[in-house]
């Protein structure tokens, strides 16, 4: 059973930057494709990234595009999400998910982390 913990959100002003981590423990991380997804209040769960398991494929929902960047290390168990030129409709709890096959259901999820951006 694969369990994923979310880190790194917080408050920060519109312009800012921060980045996410999801560590994994309990499954073969380097089998697993990644995606992060968020979801506003009154809003519905949206995607926002996802890679694949060796990390060299990565899309992203077109309002985040070149903005945000999702990267994955094999070696320490833990994929990033590296988010600038925050905005405040940025702001939503993100959530991190694995999958153990690409194009697949996303398996497992994270609790999730809040992220809001000051305007």
């Known amino acids: 059973q694969v369990q994923l913990v979310e880190s790194g959100g917080g408050l920060v002003q519109a312009g800012g930057s921060l980045r996410l981590s999801c560590a994994a423990s309990g499954g073969a991380f380097i089998n697993l494709s990644m995606g992060w997804f968020r979801q506003a209040p009154g809003k519905e769960r949206e995607f926002v990234a996802s890679?694949?398991?060796?990390?060299?494929?990565?899309f992203y929902a077109d309002n985040v595009k070149g903005r945000f960047t999702f990267s994955k290390d094999n070696a320490k168990n833990t994929a990033y999400l590296q988010m600038n030129s925050l905005k405040p409709e940025d702001s939503a709890v993100y959530y991190c998910?694995?999958?153990?096959?690409?194009?697949?259901?996303?398996?497992?999820w994270g609790q999730g982390t809040q992220v809001t951006v000051s305007s």
């Open positions: 998910a694995a999958r153990t096959s690409w194009g697949g259901e996303y398996e497992y």
């Open positions: 890679i694949s398991w060796t990390g060299s494929s990565s």
